[in-house]
């Protein structure tokens, strides 16, 4: 599934559940973030990424430090 699927599959799931995000959908969503900071296109592999919150922190540190 490339990451572009896996967006409207969770998006999907959400419009299904009328607004409501459940943890899964939540956990997704941080797995996309962190693979999109990471520099990949909405054509790649989806893959959750190994301690994905680091990713995200460290990449709003960045921007909070510029």
Known sequence: MTIKERIETTVGNMEVQQGIAMWDDIEKVEHLLALLIQGKGLEDEFAFVPDHF????EHFKKIQNS
């Open 54 to 57: 680091s990713v995200i922190q």
